[in-house]
């Protein structure tokens, strides 16, 4: 009989200040983003707005704009531990699908569907985007190599990198179409485009394979 897995432990009350801090600058550069432009967001005003001073807030970010950065680092962080959660013997791309339709919370969806679209009047913000879904897709090599041993350094990677372009090519989609529009089912359409992105990848295109393998259309 296998012994009783320990409880995990909770964070701490430093930890839980330290997280709390943490997100009241990040809400704080935000807001001020949201508000009145990147021209508005400096380490004075954010840190004020966050009720800290700049010295923490430098503490807790290199650079302001890194603040800003934070929701697409839960989002991807919380899709990929939703992935690491699943079956080791489920495979690997029915698994990514499968954990980005099983998001439960959209709302995490919100503010990384709002930077997507600000971040683009934005280039030291869309640096920092692009340098967070490498690392993301970083992460998932390691993830890939971990839950399928006999796969290759290259494969993982080439199939990290195809799922991280997948994901960005439907954040583009959802903006697109919905930029502006953070409601419930704006959002849900969002997750969709996410699951159905990568479900193309799952399917090798079909769409695409039909038509390049029809024959062409003779004239009369």
């Not at 090798?204 to 038509?211: N, V």
């Amino acid at each position: 009989m296998s012994p009783p897995t320990a409880p995990a432990e909770s964070p701490s009350r430093r930890e839980q200040n330290k997280a709390a801090t943490r997100a009241a600058i990040a809400d704080a550069a935000l807001g001020l983003l949201r508000s009145e432009g990147p021209s508005a967001v400096t380490a004075d005003r954010v840190a004020d707005a966050a009720g800290v001073s700049r010295r923490t807030l430098f503490n807790y970010f290199p650079t302001v704009e890194a603040a800003l950065n934070v929701p697409t680092e839960v989002f991807l962080e919380l899709a990929l531990r939703q992935l690491e959660e699943l079956p080791a013997d489920m495979p690997i791309m029915e698994a990514a699908v499968l954990a980005m339709r099983s998001l439960a919370d959209r709302r995490a969806l919100a503010p990384v569907a709002e930077l997507f679209v600000l971040s683009a009047d934005t280039p030291q913000l869309n640096r920092l985007q692009l340098e967070t879904w490498e690392n993301c897709a970083s992460r998932l090599v390691e993830t890939v190599l971990g839950r399928v041993p006999r796969s290759e350094s290259l494969e993982a990677t080439v199939f990290a990198h195809s799922v991280v372009g997948a994901g960005k090519a439907a954040f583009a989609h959802w903006a697109h179409h919905h930029a502006g529009d953070l409601s419930d089912s704006s959002l849900a359409a969002l997750q969709h485009h996410l699951a159905e992105a990568l479900s193309q990848l799952r399917d090798g295109f079909p769409t695409l394979r039909i038509q390049a393998g029809a024959a062409p259309e003779r004239k009369a």
